[in-house]
């Protein structure tokens, strides 16, 4: 089986402008989650979709947003970008609701100039 | 709210030694641990993992860690390091029937020649 799949892996952008990223999961896999990565606040959880719904958003403003599709797939969008949005944004697979099932894709890494 | 703390930002080791990587959690109802580890420019891939039963959890490359109720920790242990263990560890927590995981800063594991 594929892994999980992260587009782009590298994305440069400048302040005020929007971005997407997207995510596959593994085949099977109902239930995606993101997560933000910097050095100074570790890994933080944004949001989790299982089935097309937003079922668990972490405390981040309201410019993060994402979405699923009906195929699983997963987008996240932030718009109004910061320097302070630069950062490893990671998504996470799992077959249904068991939160020890995630399997993580590599990472889009984000740099907001 | 549930935290994790990982007490050590980086711990340095020299190769064939013993390594003990710490974590304690916070919660005041049961919960699921982790641990994850990061390689350079990749994605976090699950190392280990305590649901229930034996408190004591191995992974397949010979790390192990022991969940302690009483102490509220989950520290991962390694009897020998090898070089390839060069990564970055993450302890995480879940509450039993939440569905997000709540990860540690990271400890940085440097092995020495």
């Known amino acids: 089986k594929a892994g999980v799949t992260q587009t782009p892996r590298y994305l440069i952008k400048t302040r005020g402008q929007q971005v997407t990223l997207s995510c596959s999961p593994i085949?099977?896999?109902?239930?995606v989650s993101w997560y933000q990565q910097t050095p100074g606040q570790g890994l933080q959880f944004l949001f989790e979709y299982f089935s097309e719904t937003q079922r668990n958003k972490g405390n981040f403003p309201g410019r993060f947003s994402g979405r699923q599709f009906s195929n699983s797939r997963s987008e996240m969008n932030v718009s109004t970008l910061e320097l302070g949005d630069s950062a490893l944004y990671l998504c996470?697979?799992?077959?249904?609701?068991?939160?020890?099932?995630?399997?993580f894709g590599p990472g889009t890494r984000l740099t907001v100039l | 709210a549930q935290s994790v703390t990982q007490l050590d930002s980086q711990v340095p080791v020299f190769e064939e030694a013993p390594v003990e990587l710490r974590c304690n959690y916070s919660s005041s109802v049961s919960v699921y641990l982790f641990w994850y580890v990061q390689y350079p420019n990749q994605g976090l891939q699950l190392l280990l993992k305590?649901?229930?039963?034996?408190?004591l959890v191995e992974s397949i490359n010979g790390f192990e860690a022991e969940f302690n109720k009483s102490q509220t920790s989950f520290h991962l242990r390694k009897p020998s390091v090898h070089i390839s263990d060069t990564a970055e560890y993450f302890c995480?927590?879940?509450?039993?029937?939440?569905?997000?995981?709540?990860f540690g800063k990271g400890t940085r594991l440097h092995i020495l020649p």
């Open positions: 085949s099977g896999h109902r239930s």
């Open positions: 995480a927590v879940s509450v039993m029937g939440d569905d997000k995981i709540i």
């Open positions: 305590y649901l229930s039963g034996s408190t």
């Open positions: 996470a697979s799992s077959p249904g609701q068991r939160i020890d099932e995630q399997f």
